[in-house]
């Protein structure tokens, strides 16, 4: 069984066999960022950064209608973003970074805005066949601040990502499948089973190699092909050090007696 607790009212978090799912929990709202689940996130963020049990963290939101609709904007009339809140140095943006461990977003609704930058800040994002993507900054007379306008080139292409961020268009599920948004577009029912299968498999993976690898893949993409690859050198050569032999063939050999036994199970075509 799962420890299940709530960080705030605003956000549910439940720790399971190595994954910690977050569930932003403002259904009435979108699953706005106010101000409270700003800090709510970046706390339990860090906390699980310091958890040796979670090893995949999974992000959605509450109900069907939306993902995260961005900041908040009715409590934006009175008490708008500060300052210290925009830019890479932001706390959300901080513990994002030093979380150091996988993230899945599982899109089951709008993702708006901010809440199209919370998702494109998560590693792999997958999607209901009820998803749509839209960055409205522009619209509204604002610029992103939580790093849209430098992960979605990267992710989509320049073109794709300047008419979003131009137009304030919506992007389907299947278009953003296209595009390379996102690894996957299901049912709405099927959601959180298949990021949670996603999860499982990360979790096969030696922890240590995982976090070099996620750490090779985020500097490349901000960084020349030569100085990527020594990154990356300096990351296998330390791995190479620490790689046991022995243990590798034992979770070998454990690992194909599963797959017989499972293809044992299976029943033959007809």
């Known amino acids: 069984m ?17 994954v910690a799912t ?20 970046a706390a339990t963020l ?8 979670v090893g995949v963290v999974v992000l959605t939101g509450a109900g069907d209608k939306a993902f995260c609709a961005g900041a908040d904007l009715k409590e934006m009339e009175h008490a708008p973003l500060k300052p210290e809140e925009l830019g890479p140095e ?3 943006m901080r513990a994002l970074r030093a ?11 709008f993702a708006l805005t901010g809440g199209f930058e919370l998702a494109v800040n998560c590693d792999i994002l997958v999607a209901s066949t009820r998803a749509r993507f839209a960055d409205t900054h522009a619209r509204v007379g604002l610029v992103s601040a939580w790093g849209l ?25 299947q278009t953003a499948l296209a595009w390379g948004l996102v690894l996957d577009v299901v049912p709405p029912g ?28 985020a500097h490349g993409l901000g960084t020349s092909l030569e100085e990527g690859l020594a990154f990356e050198g300096d ?9 046991d032999v022995a243990a590798f063939l034992a979770r070998r050999a454990a690992t194909l007696s599963r797959g017989k036994v499972q293809a044992s199970k299976q029943k033959p075509c007809a």
């Open 46 to 53: 860090t906390r699980l950064a310091a958890d040796d049990r």
């Open 2 to 18: 799962g420890d299940s607790s709530a960080a705030g009212d605003d956000l549910l978090v439940d720790v399971s066999e190595g």
């Open 90 to 92: 932001a706390p959300l």
């Open 99 to 109: 979380l150091r461990k996988p993230t899945i977003a599982a899109i089951n609704g």
């Open 235 to 243: 990351l296998a050569r330390r791995s190479m050090a620490r790689f």
């Open 190 to 217: 099927e959601l959180m089973a298949r990021c949670l299968g996603i999860a499982r498999d990360i979790l096969g993976c030696d922890p240590h190699a995982l976090r070099d690898v996620r750490d090779a893949i």
């Open 149 to 173: 306008t430098q992960h979605l080139p990267r992710l989509i292409g320049p073109v794709r990502a300047r008419y979003l961020s131009f137009t304030g268009n919506y992007l389907d599920a």
């Open 22 to 41: 977050l569930t932003l929990n403002r259904p009435a709202q979108h699953n706005a960022l106010s101000r409270t689940l700003r800090e709510e996130l």
